[in-house]
């Protein structure tokens, strides 16, 4: 491992052992989003992200993270945000209704290597435009996934991303107070990765980096507005937001996401991006 300009630049071997990491994300992603059905309560989920860490031997990114920050240890191993909570809701006593959807956001360890994805699920039944919400932000986080290559900028991946919220009929709020953001042996490392920005500008991408790639969309305000727990971050209009995020490596002939079970395989087939996995 190395670093340039204070961006951790990772061994093959380093990354293989994030792609392990990877994999439990996935799988705990997978696990909730079958649980999470009406009636169920959000600490349920939890207990779930739970089970799934300990079946693997891994252990949580997000439980008691924050005490090195100056905020509250977070109490739980999943990130569950419900309708208008745009990130960081605590697991606890809500109960899933029909017509909601949900953040899950998730990370976890392995032999200190960190993997970190979200997904937004819809509870039941859902409105065309909650639908189509949440498709516009997975939409955006392949757009800047896509935009990643050696060679590139950060701005080029914030600027895909930015463009790709933009395109639609409806515009969509496009939150700028949190951002996608390297990872590695931390969850959050430089660069920061904002999803939005002009193209050309920032850190300079090179293998063997590894980013988070997270955009947060709303139906509404960009305007945030943060809980008296410290951590639970709303929209200040109300409206409904979802969140889609994805860890992926630069590798030698392409990308490797490595939060998804195909290591993104399929969707950067479709968008003609080139895949290249390490030693799976």
């Not at 697991?91 to 993997?115: C, E, K, N, T, Y």
């Not at 960009?222 to 979802?242: L, N």
């Not at 490596?249 to 079970?261: F, I, K, R, S, Y």
Request: hydrophobic share 40%; glycine share 12%; proline share 5%.
């Amino acid at each position: 491992m190395r670093h340039s300009r204070g961006i951790q630049i990772k061994r093959p071997e380093q990354i293989d052992t994030m792609r392990q990491a990877g994999l439990v994300v996935a799988a705990g992603l997978e696990a909730m989003a079958a649980a999470a059905a009406p009636g169920v309560t959000t600490s349920e989920l939890d207990a779930v992200g739970r089970d799934v860490l300990a079946s693997h031997g891994a252990e949580s990114s997000f439980l008691h993270y924050g005490a090195a920050l100056d905020l509250p240890p977070y109490p739980a191993v999943v990130c569950l945000s419900v309708n208008d909570v745009v990130v960081h809701g605590i697991p606890g006593s809500r109960v899933l209704r029909d017509g909601d959807i949900l953040s899950i956001d998730f990370g976890a360890i392995v032999d200190g290597w960190h993997g970190d994805a979200a997904r937004t699920v819809a509870i039941g039944e859902i409105s065309d435009d909650a639908r189509d919400l949440m498709e516009a932000t997975r939409q955006a986080m392949w757009a800047g996934i896509c935009a990643v290559k050696p060679g590139a900028r950060i701005g080029d991946v914030s600027a895909a991303i930015e463009g790709s919220a933009r395109g639609h009929s409806r515009r969509y709020g496009i939150v700028r107070e949190y951002t996608g953001h390297g990872i590695g042996s931390a969850m959050h490392q430089p660069p920061d990765v904002p999803n939005w920005g002009r193209p050309h500008r920032g850190a300079r991408i090179e293998r063997g980096m590894t980013l988070a790639i997270e955009p947060m969309l709303t139906m509404g305000t960009e305007r945030m507005v943060e809980d008296v727990d410290e951590w639970t971050v709303s929209t200040g209009d109300g409206s409904w937001a979802a969140h889609w995020e994805n860890t992926v490596a630069v590798m030698p002939g392409g990308l490797w996401v490595l939060t998804e079970p195909d290591g993104g395989q399929a969707e950067l087939a479709s968008r003609g991006i080139a895949y290249a996995a390490g030693t799976e």
